[in-house]
Structures are given as structure tokens and as C-alpha cells.
């Protein structure tokens, strides 16, 4: 059974940082594509960045330069390091692996706010 478990949220202020975690069990976060998303009030869900199984990053225009991911296969977790935060990063955010199936993480909230 695939389970994801996001954890690390919380509320910062503007221009702060937070590291998010996803761990894995039951699947191994190097086996395909990871992704994180979000979704903020009143938004759809978008696509914040992916890293694949040879390790090469991509990220959303709106989050380029200041949003990390990185893996830990050890930990069999995936990061997302997130700095210079914004108001507008203000969602949920979601870990997201396809192997088979769509499998998703519960979410963990972060918030950025003065």
C-alpha cells in the first residue's frame, strides 16, 4: 500500500522559509517522477515543481529561484525547501507520485502572513 505523509507546514512571515517533507512507504520516491503542488484559497491546484528518478528539477515560473526540491533516498523522502516566502504561497501543499496509480499525500498547510 502506497502511502504519502507531507509534514512541515505551518505560518511564517514574508521573506521566511520552511522546509516541507514528504515520506514515502510502500513505493520508493525514486521510482518515478515526484511532484509537489499546492492549492491556494479559492484556487485550483497547480503544479509547483517535479523532480525525476535521475534527480533533474523543474519548477513553476512563480516559484523558480526560490523553491528547492531535493531527495533523500535513505529517508525515502522527497523536500521541498521553500524561501523568500510570499503571501501569495499561501495554500496547501500536496506530494504527488504516479507509478500504476495517482498517489497523493493528505496535504499540509502553509501559510504566510505578517
Known amino acids: 500500500q502506497v502511502q504519502l505523509v507531507e509534514s512541515g507546514g505551518g505560518l511564517v512571515q514574508p521573506g521566511g522559509s520552511l522546509r516541507l517533507s514528504c515520506a514515502a512507504s510502500g513505493i520508493m520516491v525514486s521510482i518515478s517522477v515526484m511532484g509537489w503542488y499546492r492549492q491556494g484559497p479559492g484556487k485550483e491546484r497547480e503544479l509547483v515543481g517535479t523532480?525525476?528518478?535521475?534527480?533533474?528539477?523543474n519548477y513553476a515560473d512563480s516559484v523558480k529561484g526560490r523553491f528547492t526540491i531535493s531527495r533523500d533516498n535513505a529517508k525515502n523522502t522527497v523536500y521541498l525547501q521553500m524561501n523568500s516566502l510570499k503571501p501569495e504561497d499561501t495554500a496547501v501543499y500536496y506530494c504527488?507520485?504516479?507509478?500504476?496509480?495517482?498517489?497523493w499525500g493528505q496535504g499540509t498547510q502553509v501559510t504566510v502572513s505578517s
Open positions: 523532480i525525476t528518478s535521475g534527480g533533474s528539477t
Open positions: 504527488n507520485i504516479f507509478w500504476g496509480s495517482n498517489y
